[in-house]
C-alpha cells in the first residue's frame, strides 16, 4: 500500500519514544519537573481520566476531518508536549501540558486503528496489525534499553535530554505519517460531513456485542501488568525477577514472532471470528494453568518453568488475537463514521485497564486464584460471543476475504428487491452475499435514516 513503510517506520519511531518515558513515568516526570512523586501521581491520574472523555470527541473528529489529519495533529501535540515538560516546574504549568498531552495519548489508539482502516483493505489490514504490534513492543524494548543505558551514564538529571528526544521521536513520526495516502471506498466517496452519528453505533447490536467481547478479553491483556506481579510476590511468593522475566519472553515473542504467527493464521483462511476466538481461549488456557500452579505450589525450579510456558501460550494467544480482532473491528465499521466506532470500541480497553487494578487486587485478597478464575471464565465468554456474533457481522469484516469475490469473477444477480438508483447513488458497500450472510442488515449509509443525522 502508499506509504506503508513510512508508517511502520513512524510507528517504530513514536513506539521508541514511548518506551522511554512509559516504564518510569513516575521517576521520569519527577525528576523533569521537579514536583513530587505523589503531585506527579495525582496529575498523571486525572489527566488520564479526562483524556478518556475526550476520546468521543476522537471519533467525530476522525469522522468529519479523516484519520491522517488527525494523527498528524496529535502527533504534534505530543511532541509539543515533551518539549514543553522540561519548563512545567510548577504544579499549574505541569498539569496545563500533561493534560494536553493526555488528552493526545488516549485518542491516538481511536486514531490509528481508523488510520489502518484508511490505508488498507481485506487481509492488509490484518498484516498491518500485526506488523505494527510487533514494532510497538520492539520499539517500546528499545527505548527502555536506551533510557537505561542513558541513566547509568549521566544520572538523573538525563531525563530532560529524554524529553527532548521523544519530542524528536514524535516529530519525526508526524512526519512520516504526513507520506500515508488514505484509499476511499466508492460507496463513500470523498471526505466530508458524515451522515450520522453516535445513535447509529448504539443502535448497532452486532458492534456493541463485539465491544462488550472484546471487554472481556481486554481484562486478560492487564492480566501481565497488574495481576502477574502481585501474584508471584503474594500467593507464589517468588523473587521479582520472575515478573522480569515474563515481561521479556513476552515482549521478545511479540517483538520476534508476531508477524511470523499473524501470517501462518492469515493465510490458514480463517474467519476472524475464529481466529480471534482462538486467541482468547489460549488465553483462558493460560489462566487455567496459573490456577493449577497455585494450587500445587510446586519447588522453584518447576514454577520458574510452568510460569515460562504460561506466559508462552499466554503471549501465543496474544499473537492470535490482536491482529484479527483489530482487523474485526475496523471492518466491521462504516467508513463514513469509522472514527466513532472504533472510539466506542477502544473504550473497551480502557474500561478494562481502569478496573483492572482494582478488581485483581480485591479478588486476589480473598484468595490467589479467584483472580485468575475470573477471567478464565471472561476469555471463555468471549471466545463465545465471537462466534455467535458471526452470523451477524458484515461478510467483509468476518472474512479477510470475502467468499463471494473469491468464489467467482462473474457478477452475481441482482437482489429481488432493491431500493431504485438513481444518478449518483453510491453503492452500498455489502455485496449481495455479505447482505444475505447479515440479515440484509441496512449497514450501509445509503439507507441510513434521516433522523440519525447530527450535527
Not at 514536583?35 to 488520564?48: E, H, K, R, Y
Not at 470527541?57 to 504534534?76: K, M, N, P, T
Not at 488475537?321 to 462504516?334: E, F, I, K, Q, T
Not at 480497553?349 to 475470573?374: C, H, K, N, Q
Amino acid at each position: 500500500m502508499a506509504g506503508e513503510r513510512s508508517l511502520l517506520l513512524g510507528v517504530g519511531i513514536s513506539a521508541i519514544g514511548i518506551g522511554m518515558y512509559v516504564p518510569f513515568s513516575l521517576v521520569f516526570f519527577h525528576h523533569v519537573t521537579g514536583l513530587s512523586f505523589a503531585l506527579v501521581g495525582v496529575v498523571l491520574t486525572v489527566t488520564g481520566l479526562a483524556g478518556l472523555a475526550v476520546m468521543p470527541w476522537a471519533g467525530s473528529a476522525v469522522d468529519r476531518f479523516g484519520a491522517r489529519r488527525v494523527s498528524l495533529l496529535l502527533h504534534a501535540v505530543r511532541a509539543a508536549g515533551f518539549a514543553l515538560y522540561p519548563l512545567a516546574d510548577s504544579l499549574p504549568a505541569f498539569a496545563a501540558v500533561a493534560l494536553v498531552t493526555a488528552l493526545a495519548d488516549r485518542s491516538f489508539p481511536v486514531v490509528q486503528q481508523s488510520l489502518i482502516g484508511e490505508v488498507a483493505r481485506g487481509s492488509s489490514r490484518d498484516r498491518l496489525q500485526a506488523s505494527i504490534r510487533a514494532l510497538q513492543n520492539a520499539g517500546m524494548g528499545a527505548g527502555a534499553l536506551i533510557v537505561s543505558g542513558v541513566l547509568a551514564l549521566w544520572g538523573t538529571a538525563a531525563f530532560t535530554h529524554t524529553a527532548w528526544g521523544n519530542a524528536v521521536a514524535f516529530a519525526l513520526a508526524g512526519l512520516l505519517v504526513a507520506r500515508v495516502k488514505p484509499v476511499r471506498d466508492v460507496a463513500t466517496g470523498s471526505a466530508g460531513r458524515p451522515p450520522a452519528g453516535y445513535r447509529m453505533v448504539w443502535a448497532d447490536r452486532p458492534f456493541l456485542g463485539l465491544t462488550a467481547a472484546n471487554f472481556l478479553t481486554a481484562l486478560g491483556y492487564s492480566a501481565l501488568s497488574v495481576l502477574f506481579p502481585l501474584y508471584i510476590a503474594t500467593w507464589l511468593n517468588g523473587p521479582d525477577s520472575l515478573t522480569g522475566a515474563a515481561f521479556t519472553v513476552n515482549t521478545v515473542l511479540c517483538a520476534g514472532a508476531g508477524v511470523l504467527i499473524a501470517s501462518r493464521v492469515r493465510r490458514s483462511g480463517a474467519r476472524r471470528t475464529h481466529s480471534a476466538a482462538l486467541g482468547a481461549l489460549l488465553f483462558a488456557a493460560a489462566f487455567a494453568g496459573q490456577i493449577v500452579l497455585g494450587t500445587v505450589r510446586p519447588g522453584p525450579t518447576a514454577t520458574l518453568i510452568a510460569l515460562l510456558v504460561i506466559v508462552v501460550v499466554y503471549t501465543i494467544g496474544e499473537l492470535v488475537h490482536s491482529p484479527s480482532g483489530g482487523a474485526l473491528s475496523v471492518s466491521a465499521a462504516p467508513e463514513a463514521v469509522r472514527g466513532r466506532y472504533l472510539a466506542t470500541y477502544q473504550l473497551s480497553y480502557s474500561l478494562a485497564s481502569a478496573l483492572a487494578p482494582s478488581l485483581f487486587t480485591a479478588l486476589l485478597s480473598v484468595d490467589g486464584r479467584l483472580p485468575w478464575a475470573v477471567l478464565t471464565v471472561a476469555a471463555l465468554g468471549a471466545a463465545l460471543a465471537l462466534t455467535r456474533l458471526e452470523r451477524r457481522l458484515p461478510a467483509e469484516a468476518v472474512y479477510a476475504t470475502p467468499p463471494a469475490a473469491a468464489a467467482s469473477p462473474t457478477p452475481a444477480p441482482a437482489p429481488a428487491i432493491q431500493a431504485p438508483a438513481t444518478p449518483g447513488t453510491p453503492i452500498p458497500r455489502e455485496s449481495v452475499a455479505g447482505a444475505a450472510r447479515v440479515g440484509l442488515r441496512s449497514r450501509s449509509l445509503v439507507f441510513s435514516h434521516p433522523s440519525e443525522e447530527l450535527s
